[in-house]
């Protein structure tokens, strides 16, 4: 009996959580006339500008991921394998930035690109979201699994900290590195508060800002475009998964 109901709220809370994309999906084919392919025609075919602002907001998200990756490579490997002075009282620094909300930067980002006359542009989007907290803390938890005895036999064999990161280091990693490119470039993707704090033209929002700016008569072309959207995550979940739970699972049991 434990079990059925046990099955029967799991159930619950797919159908729930599916319910709002399976409304979009529907309703996305359907027209005062009936069904319809007019509106994946719209987006895909007939316009070029929501493909473009997608693939804008794709290069976007990707330069962010990779920024984000390789800081928190060298920032985990040093957290996890090098001892200095101070060491773990900025690693205890550096979970508490983790607790700070992104609206709380907002107001420090946007004067420090105000000087550096960075705003409205995608440089104000793209450099404060590279340096963030999540991807080295899940990378040193993630470091430290290696043994020290690898390294020492890497550097006797005459590896450099570059060629012991590359082919050492992040093939032993590799869920790890996978999981903070995939955290940072879902997290760019879906980014809202940025955009609208550092970009004063609407042209220049990303596709997960954009949506919200859709006439009223287009409607459902913002429906399609809400599965345009959910795409690249959906893929990145469906051929990454093992990896994005192998990793946040090895940074907990650390």
């Given at each position: 009996?434990?079990?059925?109901?046990?099955?029967?709220?799991?159930?619950?809370?797919?159908?729930?959580?599916?319910?709002?994309?399976?409304?979009?999906?529907?309703?996305?084919?359907?027209?005062?006339?009936?069904?319809?392919?007019?509106?994946?025609?719209?987006?895909?075919?007939?316009?070029?500008?929501?493909?473009?602002?997608?693939?804008?907001?794709?290069?976007?998200?990707?330069?962010?991921?990779?920024?984000?990756?390789?800081?928190?490579?060298f920032a985990g490997f040093g957290f996890a394998k090098y001892k200095?002075?101070?060491?773990?009282?900025?690693?205890?620094?550096?979970?508490?930035?983790?607790?700070?909300?992104?609206?709380?930067?907002?107001?420090?980002?946007?004067?420090?690109?105000?000087?550096?006359?960075?705003?409205?542009?995608?440089?104000?989007?793209?450099?404060?979201?590279?340096?963030?907290?999540?991807?080295?803390?899940?990378?040193?938890?993630?470091?430290?699994?290696?043994?020290?005895?690898?390294?020492?036999?890497?550097?006797?064999?005459?590896?450099?900290?570059?060629?012991?990161?590359?082919?050492?280091?992040?093939?032993?990693?590799?869920?790890?590195?996978?999981?903070?490119?995939?955290?940072?470039?879902?997290?760019?993707?879906?980014?809202?508060?940025?955009?609208?704090?550092?970009?004063?033209?609407?042209?220049?929002?990303?596709?997960?800002?954009?949506?919200?700016?859709?006439?009223?008569?287009?409607?459902?072309?913002?429906?399609?475009?809400?599965?345009?959207?959910?795409?690249?995550?959906?893929?990145?979940?469906?051929?990454?998964?093992?990896?994005?739970?192998?990793?946040?699972?090895?940074?907990?049991?650390?």
């Amino acid at each position: 009996m434990k079990r059925f109901f046990s099955g029967l709220f799991a159930a619950l809370v797919v159908v729930l959580s599916a319910a709002p994309f399976l409304y979009v999906f529907v309703r996305s084919f359907l027209s005062p006339g009936g069904v319809t392919f007019q509106y994946y025609y719209d987006v895909f075919l007939a316009s070029p500008k929501y493909l473009f602002r997608f693939w804008k907001s794709i290069g976007m998200a990707v330069c962010i991921a990779a920024g984000q990756l390789l800081i928190s490579v060298f920032a985990g490997f040093g957290f996890a394998k090098y001892k200095f002075p101070g060491r773990n009282f900025l690693f205890f620094l550096l979970m508490i930035l983790m607790t700070l909300p992104v609206q709380v930067t907002l107001v420090p980002d946007f004067i420090m690109l105000g000087y550096m006359n960075l705003l409205n542009t995608y440089a104000a989007l793209i450099l404060p979201s590279i340096i963030v907290p999540l991807g080295t803390f899940i990378l040193t938890q993630s470091f430290k699994s290696v043994p020290d005895t690898v390294l020492d036999a890497a550097m006797l064999d005459g590896c450099g900290v570059l060629r012991m990161l590359l082919y050492v280091v992040s093939p032993m990693n590799k869920s790890g590195l996978v999981c903070v490119l995939l955290l940072s470039f879902l997290d760019a993707w879906n980014m809202v508060e940025q955009p609208i704090a550092f970009l004063k033209e609407a042209e220049q929002y990303p596709v997960s800002v954009a949506l919200a700016y859709t006439p009223p008569s287009e409607t459902s072309v913002q429906l399609v475009c809400c599965i345009l959207v959910v795409l690249p995550a959906l893929f990145l979940f469906t051929f990454f998964n093992r990896e994005l739970v192998e990793g946040i699972v090895l940074a907990e049991v650390k």
